[in-house]
């Protein structure tokens, strides 16, 4: 039985890594690419007023948005595509870990009765909170 | 043009590659776990969770398991455990509300470690808001609770 769950265990994790590699690497090429356009300003221009909430550039608001629409995976990739602090890593991933794939996982707390709007909502303003307090004290440290 | 393809495949290669050497350790022991009912057992200690949230002591196992193994599986014990008719509305909410929060605290905290955030933080932030989201609640959602239930009395009495 030992060996069994050590082998289910290891073929469960080589799925779900095939599974992150075919999020990953399509999403890590197109933003390495978009950053070779001009498109990576025009965003880092547009959302540098909000992202300074955070104490984060720009760039960062794909990495959000990717993580958000899709899942966690997709930010990772664009995480390690986009040159970031390791402070400004920390922000983002507080603030993703408190919402993310948003239209996954509400579709799963939706099974349970609880209201979408509000479980949303719950998250969404976490990850805002969170990511003010850890974007601020961490530039005080 | 070749540079960039370059550049994204070796990046893209060698992230796809930390990735992998955190999460197969991690699916090897999460899967023992499981195989062996370890959190059944090591539910009891966690008790003090349901105290301080005044729920039934049903919620324990899927606030573990959604915590440890993530929403998806946590969510297949609610509806399993809502089945078996343990937990209540209140127990439901503050349970999603717990692990909305907060849940998969090991994939997603070494995913991010992995490419170069500070987990500490990362995970002490998740853990204190989630318990202080779900204390708050549960404060709130006594009275209310208790009130639905006596309206539901007093229509019954009508």
Not at chain 1, 93 to 110: D, P, R
Not at chain 2, 40 to 47: C, D, E, Q, S, V
Not at chain 2, 54 to 64: F, G
Request: glycine share 6%.
């Amino acid at each position: 039985m030992f060996a069994n769950s050590i082998k289910i265990g290891f073929k469960k994790g080589m799925e779900t890594t095939w599974m992150l590699a075919k999020v990953i690497i399509p999403v890590y090429f197109v933003v390495t690419f978009i950053q070779y356009t001009p498109v990576i300003d025009w965003i880092a221009e547009v959302f540098t007023p909000l992202m300074a909430i955070f104490n984060l550039p720009g760039e960062a608001a794909i990495i959000l948005v990717l993580g958000n629409v899709l899942n966690l995976y997709a930010a990772v990739g664009a995480i390690s595509a986009i040159s970031l602090t390791s402070l400004e890593i920390t922000v983002i991933s507080i603030m993703l870990s408190f919402s993310h794939s948003l239209l996954v996982e509400t579709a799963v707390t939706k099974k349970l009765g609880v209201s979408a709007t509000k479980v949303v909502l719950i998250r969404v303003g976490l990850a805002i909170a969170g990511g003010i307090v850890i974007g601020r004290v961490g530039m005080l440290l | 043009m070749m540079e960039i393809i370059k550049e994204a495949t070796l990046g893209s290669i060698n992230s796809v590659y930390t990735i992998a050497i955190i999460v197969i350790p991690i699916m090897i022991v999460l899967q023992l776990m499981k195989d062996y009912n370890i959190l059944n057992k090591i539910t009891r200690p966690f008790n003090f969770l349901s105290k301080m949230f005044n729920s039934s002591n049903e919620t324990a196992l899927p606030l573990l398991v959604g915590l440890i193994f993530g929403l998806s599986y946590g969510a297949g014990v609610i509806i399993q455990a809502s089945k078996e008719g343990n937990l209540d509305k209140r127990d439901l909410v503050l349970v999603t509300v717990f692990l909305a929060a907060c849940h998969a605290v090991f994939e997603d905290t070494l995913i991010f470690v992995a490419v170069g955030a500070n987990g500490f933080i990362l995970l002490g932030s998740r853990i204190v808001a989630a318990f202080l989201l779900t204390f708050v609640l549960s404060k709130k959602m006594t009275s209310k609770h208790n009130n639905a239930l006596d309206q539901l009395e007093v229509e019954k009495a009508q």
